[in-house]
Nanobody
């Protein structure tokens, strides 16, 4: 069984910063992509930023220049440093990982964390 556990959400004023962390644990043979998605009330879940095991990143235009995704591959951790936060960044942030659970698995599977609330006040 694979678990993703997020931490670091909270309430911050506009212009402030927060750092989210996500730890993957359990039956893990290999992790491909790790990253973050978010879902605001009444909206669909959307990509924030992801990073492959080789360091290639992908991110939403709305967060480029403000958010930085990073990983510690040895510890199965992914981080999201969020700077210059805006009220429109308010959402539940979900950790996401593409994982091969064991060497006999037929492929990689997508896993989600439980989400952490980020609220940015104006």
């Amino acid at each position: 069984q694979v678990q993703l556990v997020e931490s670091g959400g909270g309430l911050v004023q506009a212009g402030g910063s927060l750092r989210l962390s996500c730890a993957a644990s359990g039956s893990i043979f290999s992790i491909n992509t790790m990253g973050w998605y978010r879902q605001a009330p009444g909206k669909q879940r959307e990509l924030v930023a992801t990073m492959t095991s080789s360091g290639t990143t992908n991110g939403a235009d709305s967060v480029k220049g403000r958010f930085i995704v990073s990983r510690d591959n040895a510890k199965n951790l992914v981080y999201l440093q969020m700077n210059s936060l805006k009220p429109e960044d308010t959402a539940v942030y979900y950790c996401n990982a593409i994982i091969k659970p064991n060497r006999y698995s037929p492929g990689f599977f997508m896993y989600w964390g439980q989400g952490t609330q980020v609220t940015v006040s104006s």
